[in-house]
C-alpha cells in the first residue's frame, strides 16, 4: 500500500472516531436549539427552526446565575489552594525525602481511593458540628482536601525530574528557599502544575454529591440545578437539560482544548522527563 494511501486512510479512521465520540455532544448541543416539540419527535428532526428561547428561560430563571457564578468560584477557589499546597508538599518530598516518604504518598493517594459515599455520613456531622454546612469557605476546603494527594503524585514526578543542582546553586548564590522554590523550580515544572490544576478543576466542576449533601441554597453549584430541575410537568425536561449541559460543557473544553499538550505530560506523572 502507498504511503499516501496508507497516511491518508489513517487520519480518515481517526476523523471518524472522533466524530463518532463528538455525536452525543454535538446532538445535545443542536438539541439545546430545539422546542421541547422537536426533540421528542419521532423520528428525529434533523433539519428544524432554531430557537434561542431555551437560552432565555435559563438566564431569566432566578438561580442559574447564582449557581453558575459558585460553580466558578468554588472549582476555582479550591484548585488554586489545591495546586499551591501541593506544590509546597510535593517540593518537599522530591527534596527532602523525609522518613517514610513511600509510604505516607501512598497514604496520601488512598485518600482518592475512598467511594465518595462512604465519607459522606461522618463529613456531614462533622460539617454539622463546625457550622461548615452551606458555606463557601468549608466547601472550598473539602474540595482542596480531595484535590491535593492527586496533585502531591503529579507534582512530585515532575520535580523528581528537576536536577537538584538548580537549588544548590541558588543557595550557594545566596538565595533564600523561597527564591529557589519559587523563582528557579516552579517556572521549570508549569507543565506539571497546569496538568495537575486541569485534572482537578474537572473534578471540582463536576462534583455533585458533597455539594448536595453538605451544601445548601447558597451553594448550589450546576450539577446541582441539573439534578433538581431535570424534570417538569410530569416528565424529563429536556430543553431544560441541553441548554443547561450546552452552557456547562463550555469552560473545561476551553480549557482542554489550550491546554491539551500539558494533560498528555500530565499522564505520565513527569515520569517521562529525564534530569536537567
Avoid at 17 to 32: D, G, K, M, Q, T
Avoid at 110 to 118: C, D, F, K, N
Avoid at 213 to 232: D, E, F, K, M, R
Wanted: aromatic share 20%; charged share 10%.
Amino acid at each position: 500500500m502507498p504511503q499516501r494511501l496508507r497516511t491518508t486512510l489513517y487520519y480518515a479512521a481517526l476523523w471518524l472516531v472522533s466524530l463518532i465520540f463528538f455525536a452525543p455532544v454535538a446532538w445535545i448541543i443542536l438539541s439545546s436549539f430545539k422546542t421541547r416539540n422537536d426533540i421528542l419527535a419521532t423520528p428525529p428532526k434533523l433539519i428544524f427552526s432554531p430557537t434561542f428561547e431555551n437560552y432565555v428561560d435559563l438566564f431569566t430563571r432566578s438561580t442559574f446565575m447564582l449557581q453558575l457564578i459558585n460553580s466558578v468560584f468554588l472549582s476555582l477557589a479550591a484548585v488554586i489552594l489545591a495546586v499551591f499546597v501541593s506544590f509546597l508538599a510535593a517540593f518537599c518530598f522530591s527534596r527532602f525525602k523525609p522518613k517514610g516518604t513511600d509510604f505516607l504518598m501512598f497514604l496520601l493517594l488512598s485518600i482518592r481511593m475512598l467511594p465518595g459515599p462512604a465519607v459522606i455520613m461522618p463529613v456531614y456531622l462533622m460539617y454539622v458540628a463546625f457550622g461548615w454546612k452551606d458555606n463557601h469557605i468549608g466547601l472550598i476546603f473539602f474540595y482542596a482536601m480531595f484535590s491535593i494527594p492527586f496533585s502531591v503524585w503529579i507534582l512530585k514526578g515532575f520535580l523528581d525530574g528537576v536536577s537538584t543542582r538548580f537549588d544548590e546553586t541558588g543557595r550557594v548564590n545566596g538565595g533564600s528557599w523561597f527564591h529557589v522554590i519559587f523563582k528557579v523550580v516552579l517556572p521549570q515544572v508549569k507543565p506539571g502544575l497546569i496538568a495537575a490544576f486541569i485534572f482537578n478543576l474537572i473534578f471540582v466542576w463536576n462534583e455533585f454529591l458533597f455539594n448536595f449533601i453538605i451544601g445548601g441554597v447558597s451553594t448550589q453549584n450546576i450539577p446541582y440545578a441539573l439534578a433538581v430541575g431535570a424534570y417538569a410537568d410530569g416528565g424529563l425536561n429536556w430543553t431544560f437539560i441541553a441548554t443547561l449541559t450546552s452552557i456547562y460543557i463550555v469552560p473545561p473544553v476551553l480549557f482542554i482544548y489550550f491546554f491539551q499538550k500539558y494533560l498528555l505530560v500530565g499522564m505520565t506523572f513527569g515520569t517521562v522527563r529525564g534530569e536537567v
